[in-house]
């Protein structure tokens, strides 16, 4: 395994994170919801900590509520907690007043069965909640919960505009952020350029989503396909794409939320493998021609940033099964808002009225 030091706390951390939040369930491995393979997802876990692994990511909301109590009963006992850095976040859209968080943090140390938590976020912030957050008290309870111990370092994930990331990561003296990134949103939200800034001021970076939700790993493309083919060395698309990420020097760590065997050591293999600028400029090269196309196919991938809508239209549903959406045509309320926020580019308003 491969360790980076992170910026501002100093510990030192697998390059690859165990994301606890598609865990393998007894309805399939897709649904990810309450319903855990508990002693299956405890077993992989603690396969990928004897394999070097010493991150495990989860949140309150993960598993529709499950992932924190499972972890609690299943993965920190046995000499466990001690070997990971454990990471989970206050749910912000639960907060209203003060006593929301300190209540909302107790119950994750119950639910934990921890006393502390090593790295503690804000989750999905962006720049409407960190205004509501920040107004709310929450620099003082950060404060106090660092004072007493009860989390040893803190940060924030991020879901919102380049600004409000600089603006955010300026307001307070943070430990580390999370971020979405991976080989077609690396101007996407806060992207290349927020990380290069939080890395500017000694803010460590953990990198989530590297796999744009596995739809980097399957059914890749014919053009994406034949430029890794291409390639004198034989690697999958999932290995191109945790490669790219990890040859970032600014980035700590990155989440992959696995759930088979085969797939967590394949990624431990990946992160022993991965140094910083270890890609060759014809690497680097040919993954700038994947990413373009990507991005010239304009085509949905599901990926689910467009949404909310407030029409409510189920924008990734209707962009693959146009035939059965003569509805969210008559819905859209041509505000252009998903627009600006679909990485692809898709004129969505104007494949709806496609639809049907
Ligand atoms: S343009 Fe239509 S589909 Fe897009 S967010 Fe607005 S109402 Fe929803
Ligand atoms: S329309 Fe764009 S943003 Fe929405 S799910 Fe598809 S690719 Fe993602």
Known sequence: MQYRTMPGTGDKISVLGF?????????????????????????????????GVNYLDT????HEGNSES??????????YREKVYLATKLPCWLINTYEDMEYQFSQQ???????YIDYYMLHALDGKVWDKMYSLGVTDFMDSLLKDGRIRHIGFSFHGILEDFKRITDAYNWNFTQVQYNIIDEYFQAGIDGIKYAHAKN????????????????????DVQNLY???????????????????????????????SQENILE???????????????????MIEEVRKCYLSHGKCTECGYCMPCPA?????????NPDKNIKAAGLCLDCGVCETKCPQGIKIREMLKKCG
Request: glycine residues 8%; aromatic residues 6%; hydrophobic residues 40%.
């Open 19 to 51: 994301g606890c939040m598609r865990l393998p369930t007894e309805s399939g491995s897709k649904s990810y919801g309450a319903d855990i393979l508990k002693e299956e997802a405890a077993r992989q876990i603690h396969l990928a900590i004897d394999g």
């Open 59 to 62: 949140a309150q909301p993960y």
């Open 70 to 79: 499972f972890l609690g009963d299943y993965v920190l006992k046995d000499g």
């Open 109 to 115: 140390l119950k639910r934990l069965r921890v006393d």
């Open 203 to 222: 803010i460590g970076v953990i990198v989530m989503e590297p796999l744009r939700g596995g739809s980097l790993a399957e059914d890749i493309p014919d």
């Open 229 to 259: 083919s291409s390639a004198p060395v034989r690697r999958t698309p999932a290995e191109w794409a945790l490669r790219w990420v990890l040859n970032r020097p600014e980035v700590t760590l990155l989440l992959s939320g696995m759930n």
């Open 267 to 285: 990624n431990i293999r990946v992160a022993s493998e991965a140094y910083p600028d270890s890609l060759s400029e014809n690497e680097v090269r």
């Open 312 to 320: 409510g239209i189920d924008i990734p549903d209707a962009m693959k």
